[in-house]
Structures are given as C-alpha cells and as structure tokens.
C-alpha cells in the first residue's frame, strides 16, 4: 500500500477492527437493500440504500448538495466525522468516496476488500444496521473537478488529450445489454466513440482488494491510459467508474481524472449522442 500515491485513503480490516469504538469513525454500508447482509452487517455501520438514498427514481446520482447534507445529518455525520464506505462488492467503497468528496466532505476512507473480506476473517458482525442521532450537516455544490458533464464529454471524443474510458462489461461495451439486460424501447446499446475498453474489477484481487501500484500502472498505461492526459472514466451509472477515478486519481496520483456519473444511463438514451459498436 505504500506505493500508493495516497494510502491513507484505505484502511485494512485490521485498522477497522481497532477503530470500531471511536466516536469520530462512521463506518457506513452501502447496498440495495439493508436485508443484503442480514445478520452479518459490521458491527456499528449505517445504511446507506444505493435506490433510496444515493440514486434517483431515474438511475441518476443526486447532485443536490441538500439532499447529500440530510443524508449526512441522519446518519450522525458531521465534517469532522471520518467515514469509512463499504459495501457487498468491493467497487461500492471507493464510489462512495468519490461522491463524498465530490461534496467536499474530505474525511473519507476505504475499507479495501469490503464486506466479503470482513466476513471472511471472521471479524465483529451484527444482526442489524445501527441508527445515530442526526446533527445538523451541510454539503457543498458538487466539485466540477471531480465529474464531468455531457457536454465535456461530447467534446473529448477524438481528443488527442483526453481518453474515455469505458469500465462496464463486454456484453455492454459490445452493446448486447444495457445494464444488466438487451436493450429496450429507448435504450441504446454499445459505446462512446474511440472510448478504451477496461472493465473497473481488473484492478482488484480475488480478495476484493487494490492491486500494487505497480499493476494497476501495468495495466492502465498499457492501454495508452496515462497520466499526462485527461481520463474520463464512465459504465452504467456513475458507481463502477467512480472506483476506477479512485483508481487513477487516488491510488495512482493521475492529476486530471473526471468521472462520467451520467454515465450510459444519459448516453444511451440520448438521439443525438454518438454511439459505437
């Protein structure tokens, strides 16, 4: 972890396990729904529903600052409060900070290997979620360095410094589904233009953990993904290139990464966007 470009932005199992009494620590899971884990939540964590709380009724990420600052008020969260994010698959930590730090609450970390890790260690359950006090909690407009609109992504295609990055499935870059299924009525199937195919989970391990550096670098650079460039990650709906923007800006120390939250879910039922298959 050390040839991170920032390490501190994970914590281990261990470090968890040894902070789960600390009043300034937040650990918050992120699912579908709280009855994913049922019985075998971390011990103390709030829950966050990625439908109810993070997602509009339109698959689109909330943008308004309010809603981000309720949702931070009810769970306990002040700006001093650190949050640890995790979830059932291990990409849901490193999305939820990118969100987070997109509304300017810095004090954010990564449980690296998520839940599945957890449990397998045999470490501190509980059959339910916990609820907190709520405080009064605020979050900032989202940061324009940190995600990208259509627009901007219009204008990045056959940019010679500017790569997009597509981090979905084969079946959904190859436009065989949308999502998780075909396509239907509106939807279209296929890719962004000139936009490089590297699914988001080959950067992790079987154990759900980062690679090393080295890897990652291996892995991104080779397909001409480098750092003196603008790199525009996106997938279905903002989540899974939300943690390869962790990858490269965070781990890596790319300095210009913005992640498309918009994502396929706008591209894809747009007329008028390009799309290739």
């Keep these: 972890m050390t040839d991170y470009a920032h390490p501190d932005a994970l914590v281990s199992t261990q470090w968890l396990a040894e902070h789960l009494d600390d009043p300034n620590v937040r650990v918050v899971e992120v699912d579908m729904d709280p009855q994913t884990h049922a019985g075998a939540h971390i011990r103390g964590a709030a829950f966050w529903s990625i439908t109810g709380d993070v997602l509009q009724s339109d698959m689109r990420i909330h943008t308004d600052p309010e809603v981000m600052g309720r949702l931070l008020g ?3 969260i002040t700006p001093e409060t650190m949050v640890v994010a ?3 698959y291990p990409g849901t930590g490193p999305w939820i900070y990118w969100l987070l730090r997109t509304f300017g609450h ?3 970390r990564v449980l690296d290997g998520g839940h ?3 449990v397998a ?8 979620c916990s609820t907190y006090p709520a405080v009064p909690s605020a979050a900032a407009p989202p940061d324009p ?3 990208v609109l259509l627009p901007q992504v219009q204008a990045a295609i056959e940019h010679p410094d500017r790569v997009l990055v597509d981090v979905r ?3 959904e870059y190859r436009g065989e589904h949308f999502m998780m299924a075909p396509p239907q009525s509106d939807e279209r199937g296929g890719h962004i233009p000139g936009a490089i195919h590297v699914e988001h989970h080959l950067a992790l391990r079987e154990d759900g953990t980062f690679k090393p550096a080295d890897e990652l670098r291996a892995l991104y650079e080779g397909r001409g ?3 003196d460039k603008e790199i525009l990650p996106y997938c279905a709906v903002g989540g899974r290139s939300g943690c390869t923007w962790f990858v490269l800006e965070v781990l890596l120390g790319y300095p210009r990464v913005r992640n498309y939250d918009g994502s396929w879910n706008e591209w894809g039922r747009r007329a008028d966007t390009p799309v290739e298959r």
């Design 74 to 76: 009810a769970t306990g």
């Design 86 to 88: 995790y979830g059932g």
């Design 106 to 108: 810095r004090n954010v």
């Design 116 to 118: 599945g890790k957890w």
């Design 121 to 128: 260690e045999g470490r501190p359950v509980a059959p339910e």
């Design 145 to 147: 360095a940190l995600r």
């Design 169 to 171: 499935s084969a079946q």
């Design 225 to 227: 993904i480098t750092p």
